[in-house]
């Protein structure tokens, strides 16, 4: 059986570094022995290890993607009961993810607690997973940042560093404070997307109680204008989850609803 002669394996070393192939320097010694071993033909050597590189390398680049997300944790479209909430269908939801490709966007509308930011974030990590670049981020952070940048004449550059994301999720947009609004950089983003890419908007309140976030009214319209012309609403006028889910669990403890009641009314 031949095997791979010292001299070789160690000019191999470097040389995969110097290809910045990590993936196949880890790989190479024991495939090579393995192919030695069972005369594989060269071609096949050589697939394997090519194989093995790419394959690592999609795998870096997803954990990468999902860092860089800053999703909440546990937040995913196998624990969001897509029952409580009747406007919005799965089979909606996974329809695809063709309107990235346009820069359409998601406005997700609701009062506290109906799932919201749970949806979004499941949204966000499915594309991530899909190959998507994503960011979520709380809309009043993102403000703060986008200020400071144009308090240092970089807005613009801010923005444009965020075209990297396929995706913007701005949950709350509807918390961004009066005077958060005054420097009007959200309007700056949102124009800056508009038809080239996606923002996904939480908020409680839909566009009626908008003129707070925006300096003007007409800033308001032109905001609103924009986001709606590619894309699609979700009314979530549900029940909250959690007070829904709470109750539940009192009512579950063992006593009879009929009970609970009548020692309520005593
Ligand atoms: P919102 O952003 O609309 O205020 P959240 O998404 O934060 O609401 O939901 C509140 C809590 O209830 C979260 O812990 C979330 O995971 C959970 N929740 C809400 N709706 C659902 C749902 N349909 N299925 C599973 N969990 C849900
Ligand atoms: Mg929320």
Same mark, same amino acid.
């Given at each position: 059986m031949r095997t791979t002669d010292p001299g070789d394996a160690a000019r191999i070393e470097l040389l995969l570094a110097e290809l910045r192939l990590p993936a196949v320097k880890q790989v190479w010694a024991s495939l090579a022995t393995q192919a030695d071993k069972e005369g594989w033909p060269a071609g096949r050597f050589l697939a394997a290890l090519a194989e093995h590189e790419i394959a690592e390398r999609a795998r870096r680049r997803l954990e990468r993607h999902l860092a860089e997300a800053r999703l909440p944790p546990g937040k995913t479209l196998d624990t969001?009961?897509?029952?409580?909430?009747?406007?919005?269908s799965k089979a909606q939801v996974m329809a695809?993810?063709? /309107?990235l490709n346009n820069g359409a966007n998601l406005l997700l509308f609701g009062?506290?607690?109906?799932g919201k930011s749970h949806l979004a974030a499941a949204l966000g990590f499915a594309l991530v997973e899909n190959g998507w670049r994503v960011l979520f981020t709380r809309t009043t952070d993102l403000v703060q940042r986008l200020q400071i940048a144009r308090r240092e004449l970089a807005l613009e550059a801010a923005i444009a560093k965020l075209d990297k994301y396929h995706l913007l999720i701005l949950d709350?947009?509807?918390?961004?404070t009066k005077d958060q609004a005054e420097t009007s950089v959200l309007f700056e983003l949102i124009s800056a997307r508009y038809e080239r890419k996606s923002l996904l908007i939480t908020a409680n309140?839909?566009?009626?109680? /908008?003129?707070?976030?925006?300096?003007?009214q007409a800033m308001t319209v032109a905001v609103v204008d924009r986001l709606v012309h590619h894309a699609t609403i979700f009314?979530?006028?549900?029940?909250?989850y959690r007070r829904r889910t709470a109750l539940e669990r009192k009512r579950g403890r063992g006593r009879p609803p009929i009970h609970a009641t009548i020692t309520a009314n005593a």
């Open positions: 969001f009961d897509f029952e409580v909430v009747p406007v919005v695809g993810d063709a /309107w009062p506290p607690g109906g709350d947009l509807a918390y961004v309140q839909p566009f009626g109680e /908008w003129g707070k976030i925006f300096p003007d009314e979530m006028n549900v029940e909250s």
